[in-house]
């Protein structure tokens, strides 16, 4: 038993070094193909012609060559604060999408599901079922969401739902693969006298794993929920709605106190989601 702990030690000190080791070699390796490969320059960041642009875009979104800024308009700011309210609404609706089809299907991804440590029970199906969910984590969580919306917004309409759905699937992928290696990660001694009673799938879930698990759940819901109100700008622009579009349209149009209005609520909404996020891990942990 020692032996075999003192094993497990010098895997994980191994296997620690050898990942930082690549780590180091993957950074200096990039910094090399930048500089030598690519011939890419740091010094080419900061030309004249670079400068000017960037001091002539601050300069608008503080709006010193503007009569009106957007920002001292009071219909700009009820047209913003509405948008930002679908925003809300999308990342809501994606967290809750992604989060039903998890707790759907997580259980079937954990790989101590699929060899019968969590049931007592061994079979093929355990093991097709985790295959089946694992290849659908990977598939949902590969595609970006700005190409999941762009074909949702093609097959439907623009709108909050479509990118809803658009973000609500990359995240489920995501959602599903951590809250998966949870469950592997559980005491199964609960677990076991639950499936020796007699217990089925859904009560083993019910009972054994999710008052087990739940605090680490909502801490990853909470945060991919954080991560898809951020995103909701990048589905936005391509129809989803939201600040997003807006965003968009005001930088077609070189509108930059629009921008900064926008920006102010983007700041406003993760600030508030941030609180939130941050009182109910609180609560969830107590």
């Known amino acids: 038993m020692i032996r075999l702990k003192k094993s497990r030690t010098r895997f994980n000190i191994d296997f620690v070094k050898m990942s930082m080791l690549f780590a180091i070699f993957i950074i200096l390796f990039s910094w090399i193909y930048i500089y030598r490969v690519d ?12 400068i000017f642009h960037a001091k002539k875009f601050l300069i608008g979104l503080i709006g010193i060559e503007e009569d009106k800024p957007a920002f ?3 219909n700009t700011w009820k047209n913003s604060l509405k948008l930002t309210y679908e925003t809300i609404q999308m990342s809501v609706m994606a967290a809750g999408f992604a989060t039903i089809g998890m707790l759907l299907t997580v ?19 355990g093991w097709s079922l985790f295959f089946i969910m694992r290849a659908l984590y990977i598939f949902t969580r590969a595609i970006p969401e700005l190409i999941w919306a762009m074909v949702i917004i093609f097959i439907l309409k623009p709108g909050i739902l479509p990118g809803a759905i658009a973000l609500a699937l990359h995240n489920f992928g995501i959602l599903g693969k951590l809250c998966a290696e949870v469950i592997e990660d559980i005491d199964h001694r609960a677990i076991r006298n639950l499936s020796s009673s ?9 009972y054994g794993i999710l008052p087990t698990v739940t605090p680490k ?21 391509i129809g989803a ?8 349209l005001s930088m077609s149009w070189f509108q930059y106190t629009d921008i900064t209005v926008i920006l102010i609520c983007y700041l406003l909404v993760v600030f508030v989601a941030d609180i939130l996020s941050e009182g109910l891990r609180k609560i969830s942990q107590e």
Do not use: M
């Open 198 to 206: 007699g217990a089925g799938t859904i009560q083993i879930l019910l």
């Open 241 to 248: 709605g939201g600040l997003g579009q807006q965003f968009k």
């Open 217 to 237: 759940f909502i801490t990853f819901i909470l945060y991919r929920w954080e991560v898809i109100i951020r995103t909701t700008i990048v589905v936005g622009f």
């Open 107 to 125: 259980l079937f991804a954990a790989r101590n599901y699929a060899d019968g440590t969590l049931t007592l029970k061994k079979g093929l199906l």
């Open 72 to 74: 001292l308009d009071i």
């Open 39 to 50: 011939d890419a320059s740091l010094s080419g960041l900061f030309t004249q012609k670079n």
